[in-house]
């Protein structure tokens, strides 16, 4: 239910894969395999130093609260109330539009057109955001997208 269509605010997927490289003897790497499902498995401490370091980067990555599903659910309920008593809806709003002057539908175009930019300007924060969380929680990672 984590990135689930309508679920943008915060997406918390993720997958963890591993890759199996060779190196010849000049050092250069090879690399033979990627496991979308790797071992997680240990034999030996640098086993558990490197897999460790590898979940732990992860899921401070992912930042997932303990409030994070009451407040998701909390929100579900909330649309749901508003959907069912039409609070908010764009429909309300465009029905009335045969019945009113010129002046009121620029007026309503114009405040449709000032809430798409507020809600653009919010996502691109929210985006930012999120990015500058990343830097400084991404551990032994390396930021390859967006670069």
């Known amino acids: 239910q ?12 993720f997958e963890i ?7 010849d003897n000049t050092l250069r790497p090879w690399l033979l395999e990627v496991n979308r499902s790797p071992s997680f498995g240990t034999d030996s401490q640098l086993d558990v130093q490197i897999k460790l370091g590898v979940i732990t980067d992860a899921l401070r990555l992912v930042n997932i609260k303990a ?20 609070i908010g809806s764009v429909k309300s709003s465009r029905m009335p539009l045969d019945f009113i002057g010129e002046h009121e539908d620029a007026a309503l175009t114009l405040e449709r057109k000032k809430e798409e930019v507020k809600s ?3 996502q691109i924060r929210q985006d930012k ?15 390859i997208f967006p670069s």
Request: proline residues 2%.
């Open 2 to 13: 984590a990135c689930r269509p309508g679920s943008h605010d915060k997406c918390q997927c």
């Open 17 to 23: 894969l591993g890759f199996d490289v060779l190196l």
């Open 67 to 86: 409030t994070d599903k009451q407040r998701k659910l909390l929100s579900q309920r909330t649309a749901s109330r508003r959907r069912l008593l039409q």
């Open 120 to 122: 653009r300007l919010y």
């Open 129 to 143: 955001e999120l990015e500058n969380f990343e830097d400084d929680n991404m551990g032994d990672y390396s930021r």
